[in-house]
């Protein structure tokens, strides 16, 4: 048990949360990290409301433990999406990708835990002002969408935590023991992790995509589409593809482009040259494919042995 | 007192380099920065032989502890600095922006200890083989010159220290005691530190510039000109034209721009708009103009106030 702000505003064992990824993160990842004592999030991106509401059915029976999910608010259907949050008594949502004062009373009326997901000090003070409970502040070295101020999260966390009064998650390059506490360091009150759980054995990516994760080194991920969103991507053929096409186009051109299919035939039917991976750059440390306990004992082994070398 | 193996290589008190930093990093900020218990660097950058070789006797008369010098390799008269280096006796060097197989067998025959700064692992294990004695790696939020790959602070160090044995000094968003032990825990044996002495009392960097530096916020520096060699600046006028011109210029053109004297107009004569202004993204977190000494114990006691808070 690690003892935080954030371990107390979940009742978790562990301050460590799994990012909500589209395509990654249904309920099986999802009740495997909260098992386990940290946060799972089922990430509601990649699902139609009904799968998405089978999905926090079946995470309720397959763990008693706290869980989440974790809604964009550019998601089409996003009122359909609250009102089964609100009926399956879901108690912790995690908003991201947009204005935190749309639900965030609403939700709170029903006792839900609020979490938003911020890139910058400008979004966070935002966010705390429309009265979230805690915020996650993600580094440029994520994966997937990111922040145009690609403010790191060496520089953001410390900025953030200086500024804020409710409780800081860090994220972005998080994936070991050592990430976790030397966010703790620079001033978060917990963890969220990506890129190792979407290779985690639970992840319902695509098995190419899990082994592509692996085998990605450093520098072989890329923030790439700052005319529209950025996003951090494998730099596969597809990207490859979408950087020369981007050079010739319009952004309305560019965003019909890539529509939402990419992403899904990349991370989900696994075809690794014309799908689109979205990972982080921590995916240079990440050795194997575990299960989510795995990764969780494992990151809490290496925290607490650093913890006690003469360091401290 | 800090021990470590960096500060046993270089036989000083405190784990912290100051960044050689052209226009920023003559002989009054070396020493300051030595007599205060870190590493003091000349910056030979920006110095014609000549001036080069009267900072570093100028140092020798302004301290009596350990000073280094940083030489970018890239520099046109480099023979002639090493020449000063070996006649003047300097006993530390510091390599950076080329092949560390270049000068690094005949420094060392000279008994001098040898350092790389590198952005990428590749570079680093290039550098061990070289026979280094210890490696800088600066993640994508330091700023001035840059890797490619654009790996973070947090995402290098860790990667770097798995895989190399010679000791290891980390920079890029390191600015308080804070930031230092988070990079510790992240493996880094020692920290570098660049724009919080840029900004320091002792940096021969404009007055203007200095300002500049504390007054700069979250997001408005950027790592630009990647077609020819990354840099990260303050986004000011000169900036904005910049990028208006990368986008219609060949790379030659650019460099033609460019020039070396937008650098010595924004830093070293303080003209905001029309100058080039170096410097990383932690000047978001830089509150004031203070001696190096004051910087110092600052970072030290902030470092040990949360080693030993009640998180460890």
């Not at 990151?299 to 006690?308: C, D, F, G, K």
Request: hydrophobic fraction near 45%; include cysteine; aromatic fraction near 8%.
């Amino acid at each position: 048990m690690i003892k935080s702000t954030i371990t107390e505003l979940f009742k978790i064992k562990y301050p460590i949360i799994q990012g909500g990824m589209v395509w990654v993160s249904g309920y099986k990842l999802a009740a495997a990290v909260s098992n386990a004592g940290g946060l799972g999030l089922i990430g509601s991106g990649s699902m139609y409301p009904d799968m998405f509401r089978e999905h926090v059915q079946k995470c309720k029976k397959a763990t008693n433990k706290p869980f989440g999910v974790n809604i964009p608010m550019i998601y089409p259907n996003i009122e359909e999406l609250i009102n089964i949050i609100i009926e399956e008594n879901v108690k912790i949502v995690f908003t991201s990708a947009g204005n935190p004062k749309l639900y965030t009373k609403r939700l709170k009326e029903h006792g839900i835990i609020v979490v938003h997901v911020v890139s910058s000090l400008k979004f966070a003070l935002k966010a705390e002002e429309a009265g979230v409970d805690a915020i996650v502040a993600e580094g440029f070295e994520a994966g997937g969408h990111n922040g145009r101020e690609e403010s790191t999260t060496f520089t953001l966390i410390p900025l953030i935590q200086s500024k804020i009064k409710i409780p800081l998650i860090a994220a972005g390059g998080i994936a070991t023991g050592r990430g976790m506490l030397a966010a703790m360091v620079l001033g978060a009150d917990g963890v969220q992790v990506g890129s190792r759980f979407a290779a985690s054995i639970e992840s319902s990516a695509h098995e190419n995509f899990k082994n592509k994760v692996v085998e990605t080194r450093e520098g072989e991920t890329m923030l790439t589409l700052k005319e529209i969103a950025p996003v951090r991507m494998i730099k596969n053929e597809f990207y490859q593809e979408l950087v020369a096409y981007a050079k010739s186009h319009s952004v309305e051109e560019l965003k019909e482009f890539l529509g939402r299919r990419r992403l899904k035939k990349g991370m989900f039917e696994g075809d690794l040259k014309n799908g689109m991976l979205e990972i982080g750059q921590i995916a240079g440390m990440i050795k194997n494919v575990e299960s989510a306990e795995a990764i969780i004992n494992d990151m809490i082994e290496e925290y607490n042995v650093i913890r006690s070398s003469p360091l401290f």
